[in-house]
C-alpha cells in the first residue's frame, strides 16, 4: 500500500563498499528524484528523473549512479563507498510541474 | 542561485498556542512552494501546496501564505497540540522540471 518505498531502511557498510539502494512508487508518477539529507538535516537534490530519462544531475561524484528500468523504478548505485556519504537518502515523486510530492521514509546509510 | 531561509531554527511552545512559522526564498520567479513535515527518522509528509498564482491554502489547523513579490511564505498553526511537535520544511519549485529547493527547517516543540 506504501506509496514510495525503499529498501533498504538501514545500511550500514565499510569504506570502499559499493552497496545500491532501490525506490519504487506505485502512484503512477512521472518524475522520480534522489536527494541527500546530510547531518545537519539539510536536504539537497542529487538527480532527477522524467519517464526514465535523466533531468537533474547535479554536482555529485560519478561514483553514485542512478538507474530507472522504468518509470516506476528509481534505484541508486554508490561505488568505493566514503564516510562522507553517510546520510539519509531520500526517494520522492511527483506526476510532474506544479505537483505534490511524495517521499520515501529514507535509507540512512552508514559508512565506517 | 535560489535559496530558501526558515527563520526560526527551533521553536518551544506550550500546548495550546497559535504559532507562525517563517519561509524566505531569494528568487521570486517561482511555481509553487510547498510545506512538509518530517518526524524523527522519518520521511517528509506534504502538507500544504501554494500554487504561485495563489496567496493562501488552508488544511485543518494549517494555514499557509505565499507573498510572492516580496519572497516570503508562512505556515500558521493554530491551537497546537504536542502531536505537532516535529521539524517543518518549507521547498520552493522553480520552474517546470526542476526539483524542489530546501530550506533546513523549522524544529518545532509543542509541551503539553
Known amino acids: 500500500d506504501t506509496a514510495v518505498s525503499q529498501t533498504p531502511k538501514y545500511l550500514v557498510t565499510q569504506m570502499g563498499n559499493d552497496k545500491s539502494i532501490k525506490c519504487e512508487q506505485n502512484?503512477?508518477?512521472?518524475?522520480m528524484y534522489w536527494y541527500k539529507q546530510d547531518s545537519k538535516k539539510f536536504l539537497k537534490i542529487m538527480f532527477s528523473?522524467?519517464?526514465?530519462?535523466?533531468?537533474i544531475n547535479e554536482t555529485v561524484p560519478n561514483r553514485f549512479s542512478p538507474k530507472s528500468p522504468d518509470k516506476a523504478h528509481l534505484n541508486l548505485h554508490i561505488n568505493s563507498l566514503e564516510l562522507g556519504d553517510s546520510a539519509v537518502y531520500f526517494c520522492?515523486?511527483?506526476?510532474?510541474?506544479?505537483?505534490?510530492?511524495?517521499f520515501g521514509s529514507g535509507t540512512r546509510l552508514t559508512v565506517v | 542561485k535560489q535559496e530558501v531561509t526558515q527563520i526560526p531554527a527551533a521553536l518551544s511552545v506550550p500546548e495550546g498556542e497559535n504559532l507562525v512559522l517563517n519561509c524566505s526564498f531569494t528568487d521570486s520567479a517561482i511555481y509553487n512552494l510547498q510545506w512538509f513535515r518530517q518526524d524523527p527518522g522519518k520521511g517528509l509528509t506534504s502538507l500544504l501546496l501554494?500554487?504561485?498564482?495563489?496567496r493562501e491554502q488552508t488544511s485543518g489547523r494549517l494555514n499557509a501564505s505565499l507573498d510572492k513579490s516580496s519572497g516570503r511564505s508562512t505556515l500558521y498553526i493554530a491551537a497546537s497540540q504536542p502531536g505537532d511537535s516535529a521539524t517543518y520544511l518549507c521547498a520552493v519549485e522553480e520552474s517546470g522540471n526542476t526539483p524542489l529547493v530546501f530550506g533546513k527547517g523549522t524544529r518545532l516543540s509543542v509541551i503539553a
Open positions: 501554494i500554487q504561485s498564482s495563489q
Open positions: 528523473y522524467n519517464n526514465k530519462e535523466l533531468i
Open positions: 520522492a515523486s511527483s506526476q510532474g510541474v506544479s505537483q505534490a510530492y511524495t
Open positions: 502512484l503512477g508518477h512521472d518524475t
